[in-house]
């Protein structure tokens, strides 16, 4: 496990070093080499997250089941639109950049809701 460390750094400067190049010599390409370079890098290491996967789905079934999918959902958008975001601003397309984390902080905000309205329930019982 960690020599994975050095494959993901290894990866990362090739195709750093490859959109680099076609950022200079085909800009129209380089967004896609950077897309599919970063979908990849995930796929690559997604397996090296089942341990911590394995972890927080015990956790959940220790917490309520609800409460903790309302959390690895929030969770799940901000990883996603921060990926979108830094990909979108690489690009030079900072209002889109904007757009996207926008977008990902009302999901994050809509996925959360459920858990928002049970600590409001529970409040309002204390309350009486």
Same mark, same amino acid.
Do not use: H
């Given at each position: 496990?960690?020599? +994975? ?15 680099? *190049? @076609? ?8 967004? *896609? ?6 979908? %990849?890098? @995930? ?12 972890? $927080? &789905?015990? @956790?959940? &079934?220790?917490?309520?089941? &609800? +409460?903790?999918?309302? %959390? $690895? ?12 975001? +830094? *990909?979108?601003?690489?690009?030079? *397309?900072?209002? $889109?950049?904007?757009?996207? &984390? $926008?977008?990902?902080?009302?999901l994050v905000l809509t996925a959360a809701l459920p858990l928002?309205?049970q600590v409001l329930e529970r409040l309002m019982l204390l309350?009486?």
């Amino acid at each position: 496990m960690p020599m +994975e460390i050095f494959k993901a750094a290894g990866f990362a400067l090739a195709a750093a070093a490859l959109i680099v *190049l @076609l950022r200079q010599y085909l800009p129209a390409y380089s967004v *896609l080499a950077l897309a599919g370079a970063a979908v %990849l890098f @995930l796929g690559a290491f997604a397996a090296a997250a089942a341990p911590v996967a394995a972890w $927080l &789905e015990g @956790l959940g &079934e220790m917490a309520g089941r &609800e +409460e903790f999918a309302c %959390l $690895l959902k929030a969770a799940g958008i901000a990883l996603v639109a921060q990926n979108a975001q +830094e *990909l979108c601003r690489d690009a030079g *397309l900072g209002a $889109l950049a904007y757009g996207v &984390e $926008l977008a990902g902080r009302c999901l994050v905000l809509t996925a959360a809701l459920p858990l928002l309205r049970q600590v409001l329930e529970r409040l309002m019982l204390l309350m009486q």
